[in-house]
Each structure stands twice: as structure tokens, then as C-alpha cells.
Nanobody, 126 residues
Framework: QVQLVESGGGSVQAGGSLRLSCAAS????????MSWYRRAPGKEREGVAN???????AYVDSVKGRFTISQDNAKNTLYLQMNSLKLEDSAMYYC????????????????????WGQGTQVTVSP
């Protein structure tokens, strides 16, 4: 059974940094696309970044230049390095995995993911 467990969330002041991790356990069929999403209170879920099996990445415009998605295949772990955090980055962050695609769908699309984590809260204060 596949499990995704996020960690690394917390409270930080604007301009600060956090690094989120998503540890995957269980067999996940390749190829796969791994993604980070977020949902702020009262807002729609938003795709933040994704990465495919070749390490190609994509980001939503609002985080470009500030966030970096990466993966450690040996550790089955996905990361999201978040720098220069803004108040509007406050949200619950989720990792997700979509199997069967050699390349990831457009991060702006609401595409299906086979597995989801429980989320980790990120709160950015003034």
C-alpha cells in the first residue's frame, strides 16, 4: 500500500524559508509524476510544482524563482524548498503522485493523481 507522508511545515516570518519533504513508501509504478499542491482557507486547491522521472520541473507563476522541487529517488522522497516566503504562501501543502505518464501534465491543469499525502501546514506571518 502506498503512503505519502509530508513533513517540514511550520510557522515562519515573511521572507523566511522552509523545506517540505514527502516520504513515499510502498510500490509506486513508474513512470510517475510527483507534485506539490496547496490549499489556503477559502481558496481552491492549487498546483504548485511538479517533477517527472527525468527531473524536469514546472512551477505555478506565483512561486517561480522562490520555490524549488526536487526528488531523491534513492530515498523515495520529494522535496519543496521554499524561499522568500510571502503571506500568500500560507496554506496546507500536499504531495501527490500520478503514475503512468512519462512527462507531467501542465501544473496549471487539475489532473488526476493516484496517491495523496495528508498535508503539512505552512503559515507565513508578517
Amino acid at each position: 500500500q502506498v503512503q505519502l507522508v509530508e513533513s517540514g511545515g511550520g510557522s515562519v516570518q515573511a521572507g523566511g524559508s522552509l523545506r517540505l519533504s514527502c516520504a513515499a513508501s510502498g510500490y509506486i509504478r513508474s513512470p510517475k509524476c510527483m507534485s506539490w499542491y496547496r490549499r489556503a482557507p477559502g481558496k481552491e486547491r492549487e498546483g504548485v510544482a511538479n517533477i517527472d522521472r527525468f527531473g524536469r520541473t514546472a512551477y505555478v507563476d506565483s512561486v517561480k524563482g522562490r520555490f524549488t522541487i526536487s526528488q531523491d529517488n534513492a530515498k523515495n522522497t520529494l522535496y519543496l524548498q521554499m524561499n522568500s516566503l510571502k503571506l500568500e504562501d500560507s496554506a496546507m501543502y500536499y504531495c501527490a503522485v500520478r503514475t503512468g505518464d512519462t512527462i507531467c501534465p501542465n501544473i496549471g491543469r487539475d489532473y488526476f493523481n493516484h496517491y495523496w499525502g495528508q498535508g503539512t501546514q505552512v503559515t507565513v506571518s508578517p
